[in-house]
């Protein structure tokens, strides 16, 4: 379910960078970006949001890969 969820998400706002897909889909409240972070400390969990996404993003294409092969939900 997550995995669709983010990649509906990213596919209705291509405009986002995946570190904001991954705090409006609050996919971890310890890695959200806060205002009284550090600089260094809220770049750091940027990377990580953007990291999550994408390896949900990339596990949501092999899916549909796969599935219009007649695997599902094979993600090899």
Known sequence: KKTLRVYDYCL???HLKLWEIG???KL???DNPLKTDSAKI???KRNRLSATVSRYLRK???MIEN??????PDIK
């Not at 599935?67 to 599902?72: A, D």
């Open 42 to 44: 809220s770049y750091d």
């Open 23 to 25: 705090r409006d889909l």
């Open 12 to 14: 209705a706002n291509p």
């Open 28 to 30: 971890s409240l310890a």
């Open 67 to 72: 599935t219009s092969k007649g695997r599902f």
């Open 60 to 62: 949501a294409k092999r």
